[in-house]
């Protein structure tokens, strides 16, 4: 069982940024990926960047790639996500994921959520015109 805690969400202006922390707790395992996902009101949740524990592969939605970054912390079992140049169409509930193994780790793989064990509560983003 792994249990993700979100932090890090507020509000910013739009060209702000935010830096994003999910913290994990539980069994985690250097095969395992941590994701982040994004929500907005009324829309489907996407997928946002992920990381593996070990090595250095990192996948971003091209909507973000060169705007954010994903970054993890193995020490302390958690994954960053640092956003910035950030838009008003970027507000939105924001999730960490989870998932034990990644055999074909790739951005395909990635932007399935069913391909992730666990889920945490979500952060609100909200980014102001």
């Known amino acids: 069982q792994v249990l993700l805690v979100e932090s890090g969400g507020g509000l910013v202006q739009a060209g702000g940024s935010l830096r994003l922390s999910c913290a994990a707790s539980?069994?985690?395992?250097?095969?395992?990926?941590i994701a982040w996902f994004r929500q907005a009101p009324g829309e489907e949740r996407d997928f946002v960047a992920a990381?593996?524990?070990?090595?250095?592969?990192?996948y971003y939605a091209g909507s973000v790639q060169g705007r954010f970054t994903i970054s993890r912390d193995n020490a302390k079992n958690t994954v960053a996500l640092q956003m910035n140049s950030l838009k008003p169409v970027e507000t939105a509930v924001y999730y960490c994921?989870?998932?034990?193994?990644?055999?074909?780790?790739?951005?395909?793989?990635?932007?399935?959520?069913?391909?992730?064990?666990?889920w945490g509560q979500g952060t609100q983003v909200t980014v102001s015109s």
């Open positions: 994921a989870a998932a034990e193994s990644a055999p074909f780790f790739s951005r395909g793989w990635s932007s399935r959520q069913y391909n992730y064990n666990y």
């Open positions: 539980g069994r985690t395992s250097s095969r395992g990926v």
């Open positions: 990381i593996r524990w070990a090595g250095d592969s990192t």
